[in-house]
Nanobody, 123 residues
């Protein structure tokens, strides 16, 4: 399984970015897919995930970030708005087969990972 992430970069506080993650998975419907992030010196944390159970967001991004998928394009998106300096991190897309996890916002449950893409929020 391979992921190709794009859309990261430098943005000013209050700005927006959209991350994309194109996968080699046969179909996203068979997987829970998620975005995680890791800031320097901090543990990797779940940002948002989509599964057959629905959509989840971490409290820190709820109301500002939106996760979505394009199943035909096998692509996962993360629309990030009202960005804050504390959103600065390397962002990773990930996946796990449906039924093989308890919590799709916990990195230990995820099987497949992208290489990560840098998002920097700074003036």
């Amino acid at each position: 399984v391979q992921f190709v992430e794009s859309g990261g970069g430098l943005v000013q506080p209050g700005g927006s970015l959209r991350l994309s993650c194109t996968s080699s998975l046969f179909t996203l419907d068979d997987y829970a897919v998620a975005w995680f992030r890791q800031a320097p010196g901090k543990e990797r944390e779940g940002v948002s995930c989509i599964s057959t159970s629905g959509i989840e967001y971490s409290d820190s991004v709820k109301g500002r970030f939106t996760i979505s998928t394009d199943d035909a394009q096998k692509t996962l998106f993360l629309q990030m708005s009202r960005l804050k300096p504390e959103d600065t991190a390397v962002y990773y897309c990930s996946a796990v087969p449906e039924g093989d996890y308890n919590d799709c916002l916990q990195p230990d449950y995820m099987d497949y990972w992208g290489q990560g893409i840098q998002v920097t929020v700074s003036s």
